[in-house]
């Protein structure tokens, strides 16, 4: 399978896939056989490795680098992913951004774009700006607007971008990134003085209530901290949502502002709105359980497939169980890089 461009033609290069590039370099009509074979011959073995999925315990992972990244991105993950763009922004308030970017931004980059949803909804509401999405998977779709495109990479590689953004967004990505005040440096660098960043995220405890009090210590917490013990054998960051605030700051930006947004998970509370944010969120859990814990337990505990999936069961009835009003922690902070850098 060879990415498409929005006319659904296939696209010359394997790690772009939406609209054509914003410039790209005048090409000399004169060929050199001997650079136009490595050429060919790079892009080829680069265009497998990004394509060349690997499957493991009956799920579909990306192929770009070994162990970089231990969630599927196979079509129940994309549907995970595209439910709990919904569950994010609902807890928003419907807003896709809480960082006041103005009416016109110019340049938008989202950092780990995932299917693309947040990336394909902000061309829409910004017609102004150009919207760059990148993600070690090409799992976005091609028919996207004209103003958003997406690229296969790798964040936490150095940026190579030819200019810098007035808005830079990064979410949802818990056990994904091993070096995170790299990417928020590198973050500092790439937004335009007086730009934004703006990164949500998670940690790994769940909360349950049977009193008003909210408290630690069940079954679904413990699945949790597996994960986070899991990915941090690996390296990968499993908790950022907490140390935002601090590392936005640690990288220099100002007006640093955060909110905590704790999310329901089923449909328990008495609020309209926050009982639909916590139905999408269960069904997200629900349907995708063994998704999130399967290279996990496996890898980091030796656990069988098999093992993995009997437990999956089990959670999967204590996620139901209506009685135990369950919600965890959706961070979100956003700030301004200092309008005299530079
Ligand atoms: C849970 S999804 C979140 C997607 C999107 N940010 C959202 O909120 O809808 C995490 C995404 O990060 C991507 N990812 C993980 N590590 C990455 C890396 N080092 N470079 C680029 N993308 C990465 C994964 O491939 C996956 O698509």
Redesign the pocket.
Known sequence: MCPTNPAGEPSNNPLQVGIEPETLDPVSDETDSSFGDDLESYTTSLKSSVLNYRYVHGRRY?GFKEE??L?P?DDEEKDR??M??HV?TLRCDGELHLAPIGPNPQRIL??????G??AIDMGDKYPSAEILG????P?QPSLVPPNVKFEV????NEWVYSSKFDYIH????AC??RDWPKLMNQAFKFTKPGGWVEF?DFDCEFYTSSNGEFEKGNSIDDWAHKIRDGAAKFGLEPEPGPKLEQWVKDAGFINVESRLLPIPTGTWPKDKRLKEIGAFDLIQYLDNLDGISLRIFTAAFGWSPEEVKVLCAKLRKDFRNPKQRMQHNFYVVWAQKPTDTE
């Open positions: 990306h970089t990244y969630f991105n992913i595209d709990y763009h994010m989202d950092i780990g774009t995932g299917t949803i947040w990148n993600d070690l998977s799992i990479d790798d964040v936490e990064c979410r949802a990505m994904g990134l949500q």
